[in-house]
């Protein structure tokens, strides 16, 4: 059974960094795209990026690109997304999400979803 | 950034309705088009790919249709289970995926 599961719930302030993870299982990590989606409280979702785990190819929506970094490590099976410096607007759910096929295919796995919320 | 644009934004139904929900693409994304459903507190679930390919196990109430830019989601005979927030989602470059804004589908 494919399963992703992500890190838990952060509390975080302004200015600090952050990583929040998505370990896979239940298939080969680096044979799928695994990406990331922000839902912002009471707001719909947004794509902010994905990465193919087998050669660290990474794609990044452009409102994103320069603001998170996503990353893979094939060793732990594990896919991550971070943050250098953090904003009260980067208070949000996070979902990592897994393509259903190899090519062109849409995201039928999900993980539970990482909370994180940047308060003073 | 690729647009998606859903409309409406919020719709009012009822039990045994049918509803259709639409999305349009700001550019030409073939058929690569999915439809995902969303409860409260809950990750999205895929219900549709390639514009009208309904996933495993998802009720034949659900349909899709469209190509090019202007896509639809019709769900026939509505149960209480369907009331969710429903989104599209261009996947025919993972460079430009981008969702819709959503469309909150209540209970009238």
């Known amino acids: 059974e494919v399963q992703l599961v992500q890190s838990g719930a952060e509390v975080k302030k302004p200015g600090e960094s952050l990583k929040i993870s998505c370990k896979g299982s239940g298939y080969s990590f680096t044979s799928f795209w695994i990406g990331w989606a922000r839902q912002m409280p009471g707001k719909g979702l947004e794509w902010m990026g994905i990465i193919y785990p087998a050669d660290s190819d990474t794609k990044y929506s452009p409102s994103f690109q320069g603001q998170v970094t996503i990353s893979a490590d094939k060793s732990v099976s594990t896919a991550y997304l971070q943050w250098s410096s953090l904003k009260t607007s980067d208070t949000a759910m996070y979902y990592c999400?897994?393509?259903?096929?190899?090519?062109?295919?849409?995201?039928?796995?999900w993980g539970q979803g990482t909370l994180v919320t940047v308060s003073s | 950034d690729f647009q998606m644009t859903q409309s409406p934004s919020t719709l009012s139904a009822s039990v045994g309705d049918t509803v259709t929900i639409t999305c349009r693409a700001g550019?030409?994304?073939?058929?690569?088009l999915a439809w995902y459903q969303q409860k409260p507190g809950k990750a999205p679930k895929l219900l549709i790919s390639?514009?009208?390919s309904l996933e495993f196990g998802v009720p034949s109430r659900f349909s899709g249709s469209g190509s090019g830019t202007e896509f639809s989601l019709t769900i026939t005979s509505l149960q209480p289970d369907d009331f969710a927030t429903y989104y599209c989602q261009q996947y025919s470059s993972y460079s430009a995926l981008a969702f819709g804004g959503g469309t909150k589908l209540e209970i009238k």
């Open positions: 390639r514009s009208s």
């Open positions: 999400a897994r393509v259903s096929h190899h090519g062109n295919f849409p995201f039928a796995y």
């Open positions: 550019q030409n994304t073939g058929d690569y």
